[in-house]
């Protein structure tokens, strides 16, 4: 005859965590047995019966209805250095730690299965041991950390156009995106399909080039544009001509430029000295990410240049002035978030992090 337990009385508190346990999809299966069965038990439930409905035995009821009574939610939980001891030596896992971060003779980076190779252990180990320690040799970030004299003053004349834009002016974010190619692929390709990704061939033909000139509206999202053979100071004054020619009359325009020579050529200022309602800002040199047309050039390359194939530069500039219009039509608009400060202070760390 079985020995006769003490009652299980649970409290509020203590019927609350089990069954979140119980309910936590994330929970370790052996927890949620644990605590199916101490709620069980509390219900009045017999070992023989928790046993059976939880398909483990008897004394695995009785162990922990007596460790919950004795400790509570504690004397649920396994004690430390239970389970299986490690196996890999420490200075092989120092070595897998280290060795990452300082490439191999003649190579610019070390595998999981070259590391593994050259520490005698499986490749899984050394995945496992770079995952734990957030060490990834297999990708690269890039960076351009801008070395340019007046930095923050360029900066925050550029952000104060977002942040705060002028009342009753235009704030425009204009640049060219030079060299759209024409590529034409070689052998006609599959589109996406149920059970199959699209295809593409690997070469392709060159049909030319095509330059596209954007002002980007900040509050309002459209786009002024204009194609162009080439990108030279000569266009871009006939561009300028363009944006004041589509936009209202009587309104300053604040134009926000990167550093290329074109848009400081003598000609383009003695043209802005004559049309006193242009005002160029510049972003800092190696600082183009401070302008918002970056953004729509990204969509536009991913949405119709990158992945397109055309057969002559016409098709090509004919899918982006479809693009435009239709981008005009319902206009998409990219609002500066990030604050100042903050930006500041991570080009600061980064400047820190480099190598003298």
Request: include cysteine.
């Amino acid at each position: 005859m079985g020995i006769a337990l003490a009652e299980i009385v649970l409290s509020e508190v203590d019927r609350n965590a089990l069954e979140r346990t119980i309910r936590n999809k994330t929970s370790e299966q052996r927890s949620v047995l644990r605590a199916r069965i101490v709620l069980l038990s509390a219900a009045g439930e017999a070992d023989l019966a928790v046993a059976r409905q939880l398909g483990v035995n008897r004394h695995t009821v009785r162990l922990w209805r007596q460790r919950f009574r004795e400790q509570g939610l504690a004397g649920l939980m396994d004690a430390p250095g239970r389970g299986r001891k490690p196996v890999l030596a420490s200075k092989v896992k120092e070595a897998i730690l280290t060795g990452a971060v300082q490439p191999p003779a003649n190579r610019t980076r070390w595998s999981c299965r070259s590391m593994a190779r050259a520490q005698k252990v499986s490749p899984s180990t050394v995945q496992r041991i770079w995952s734990s320690n957030d060490i990834q040799p297999h990708l690269t970030r890039t960076f351009k950390i801008s070395n340019d004299t007046r930095f923050e003053e360029k900066f925050w004349d550029v952000i104060g156009l977002y942040l705060n834009p002028p009342d009753k002016a235009l704030v425009l974010c204009c640049d060219e995106k030079s060299q759209c190619q024409a590529l034409e692929r070689t052998q006609p390709a599959l589109p996406l399909g149920l059970g199959h990704i699209r295809t593409a061939t690997h070469d392709y033909i060159r049909h030319g080039t095509v330059t596209l000139f954007a002002a980007l509206n900040y509050l309002e999202g459209k786009i002024v544009s204009m194609l162009a053979d080439k990108h030279r100071h000569q266009e871009w004054l006939r561009f300028l001509k363009r944006i004041d020619r589509q936009t209202p009359k009587g309104q300053d325009l604040h134009l926000i430029v990167d550093n290329y020579a074109t848009h400081k050529h003598p000609e383009v200022r003695t043209w802005l000295a004559k049309h006193r309602r242009f005002h160029l800002h510049f972003t800092p040199t190696s600082a183009s990410w401070m302008n918002l047309v970056e953004r729509f050039f990204r969509d536009l390359t991913e949405d119709v240049v990158r992945e397109g194939s055309f057969r002559h530069v016409k098709e090509l500039s004919d899918q982006i002035m479809a693009y435009l219009a239709e981008r005009n039509a319902n206009p998409t608009r990219y609002t500066w978030n990030a604050k100042g400060e903050d930006i500041l202070r991570k080009i600061q760390k980064a400047k820190q992090a480099l190598p003298v």
